[in-house]
């Protein structure tokens, strides 16, 4: 059924950047050919963490979250292998909490040696960034989290955007 859908987009997105598709439609294309959006974050930050995903998710996109896919019974490690190795992106939530975390530092450290995930720092408090990572363009939401939320959400929106031609019909 997967491949049915993968149809469907192929032939409806070009619909779906002009506006010819009913909305529920245009959701379920973006998520298709979206990338994973694999959170980070220390356990202190899981609130700050649960708002970023769930402001992805509304807008269509798809966040890799702990919290939501890692259920009772499933292996942690399993689904954090998992969900690191099918991510896109790694956003690195900064705090001072995260930087006294070996989990957040394994997870990071793996995605930058992949080479196939991009790793873009978040930072939630005035914490040092980790020597790697200095060089990296960062979001910050230490002095607006409601603006650097919506930062966040307009990147990924534009990065995540498959670029199809308007329908000409």
Not at 7 to 23: Q, Y
Not at 64 to 89: K, T, V
């Amino acid at each position: 059924d997967q491949a049915a859908r993968v149809c469907r987009v192929v032939k409806t997105a070009s619909a779906c950047l002009v506006g010819k598709m009913p909305e529920d439609d245009k959701r379920d294309t973006i998520l298709l050919v979206s990338s994973r959006i694999f959170i980070s974050y220390a356990h202190e930050d899981a609130a700050t963490a649960k708002a970023i995903a769930e402001a992805l998710d509304a807008h269509g996109l798809k966040p890799w979250i702990d919290q939501l896919e890692i259920q009772p019974g499933a292996s942690f490690l399993e689904r954090m292998n998992e969900g690191l190795g099918n991510a896109s992106y790694l956003l690195l939530l900064l705090s001072n909490a995260a930087a006294a975390s070996h989990w957040v530092a394994k997870e990071w450290m793996s995605a930058l040696a992949s080479r196939a995930t991009t790793v873009i720092p978040v930072h939630l408090d005035d914490c040092d960034v980790p020597p790697l990572l200095r060089d990296v363009v960062r979001f910050d939401l230490r002095a607006n989290r409601q603006q650097g939320l919506e930062k966040i959400v307009t990147f990924f929106e534009r990065e995540l955007t498959p670029p199809f031609p308007p329908d000409r019909t």
